[in-house]
C-alpha cells in the first residue's frame, strides 16, 4: 500500500520533471490540493520550494533521463576520491589512477555539460557557454559529492547546487562506492606498514616528508580552488548584470521602433491629408472661376 511519502515522492518528481515556465504555477496547485487532503506538513514543504535556476532545472533533466552517464559519472568520481586518499597515504601508484579517473570524470561532465545544453535549447531556454560551465563544474562536484546528494539528482529532485568538492577526503568518504558500486576496502597506511617491517629512521623520515608535501600540495589546491570559485562567482554576478541590461536596452529598442513605426504612419497619413486638401483647394478655386465667368 502506498504511503503518503511515496504519493509525494511522485508528486515531486512530476514537479521538477515539468518545464521550468510551468513550476511555480504546478507547486503553488500542488500545495493547495496537499492542503485540501488535509496533509498540512506535505503542503507547507511544496509551498516553500523554491523554483529552480535554468542550471539545477538542466541538472535534474540530467538526473531522470541521462541515468547510464550519471552512473558513469559517479564511478569515475569514486575512483579519484580512492585514488586521492592513497596518494596521501604515500602511495605513489596512486598517481596514475588520479591522473586517469580524473581525465574520465573530466570527459564525462563534459559530455553531460553538452547533453544539458541540449535540453535548454529545446526547452527554449539560454543556454550561453558560462551556463554550460557552471553545469560541468557543478557536475564535476557531484561526482565527488556524498550518495545522498547523488541519489537526489538520480531521482531528478536535487533543490540545491553542492559547492566546490572537499580536499582533502576523508577515509570513510573515500571508501563509499567504487565504479559500479563496489565497496572500496581502505588500503594500510603506510606508516603502518613501515611500522609492521620494522622500518629505519631514514624509511620514517622519507614518509613524513612525503606526506607533508603531499599535505602543501592539498592545502595550496585549496586556496587555488577558493580564489578561482571568488573569481567565478565575481564574473557571474558581472554577466548577469550585464545580461540584465542587455534585456532592457532590447525592451528599450523594440519601445523605440514601434514609437518610430507610428510616427511615419502618422507622417504618411498626414501626407495624404494635406495632398487631399491641396486637391479641394484647387478643385474650389476652379469652381469659383466658374462662376465668376
Known amino acids: 500500500m502506498a504511503t503518503s511519502h511515496d504519493s509525494l515522492d511522485v508528486d515531486l518528481g512530476e514537479l521538477y520533471r515539468a518545464p ?11 500545495a ?7 496533509r498540512s506538513d506535505d503542503a507547507a514543504r511544496v509551498a516553500a520550494l523554491r ?6 532545472w538542466a541538472l535534474n533533466q540530467l538526473g531522470l533521463h541521462a541515468q547510464d552517464d550519471l552512473a558513469e559519472l559517479f564511478g569515475a568520481g569514486a575512483r579519484l576520491r ?12 596512486a598517481a596514475d589512477e588520479l591522473r586517469a579517473a580524473g581525465g574520465e570524470q573530466r570527459r564525462l561532465a563534459d559530455l553531460l555539460g553538452r ?51 572537499g580536499f ?6 573515500a571508501s563509499t562506492l567504487a565504479a559500479g558500486g563496489a565497496a572500496l576496502t581502505p588500503e594500510p597506511s603506510i606508516s603502518q606498514h613501515v611500522r609492521g617491517q620494522g622500518a629505519t629512521a631514514a624509511e620514517r623520515r622519507d614518509h613524513q616528508q612525503r606526506l607533508a608535501a603531499a599535505q602543501r600540495a592539498v592545502d595550496d589546491a585549496g586556496r587555488t580552488l577558493a580564489s578561482a570559485q571568488k573569481e567565478l562567482d565575481k564574473a557571474r554576478r558581472e554577466v548577469e548584470r550585464l545580461e540584465r541590461r542587455a534585456l532592457a536596452l532590447t525592451t528599450e529598442a523594440a519601445a523605440a521602433a514601434a514609437t518610430a513605426r507610428e510616427a511615419r504612419d502618422r507622417e504618411e497619413s498626414l501626407e495624404n491629408a494635406e495632398a487631399e486638401a491641396a486637391r479641394r483647394l484647387e478643385q474650389a478655386h476652379a469652381e469659383l472661376a466658374t462662376a465668376e465667368g
Open 82 to 93: 580512492a585514488a586521492q586518499q592513497r596518494l596521501l597515504r604515500g602511495d605513489r601508484a
Open 168 to 173: 582533502p577526503v576523508a577515509d570513510d568518504d
Open 32 to 38: 493547495k490540493r496537499l492542503q485540501a487532503e488535509g
Open 20 to 30: 521550468l515556465s510551468a513550476f511555480t504555477p504546478t507547486r503553488n496547485a500542488l
Open 51 to 56: 523554483r529552480p535556476s535554468t542550471v539545477l
Open 115 to 165: 547533453r544539458a545544453v541540449m535540453v535548454l535549447t529545446a526547452g527554449s531556454h539560454a543556454a550561453s557557454e558560462s551556463v554550460r560551465r557552471e553545469i560541468v563544474m557543478t557536475l564535476s562536484s557531484l561526482a565527488t559529492a556524498a550518495p545522498a546528494l547523488q541519489q537526489e539528482l538520480m531521482a531528478g529532485r536535487l533543490l540545491s547546487e553542492p559547492g566546490p568538492a
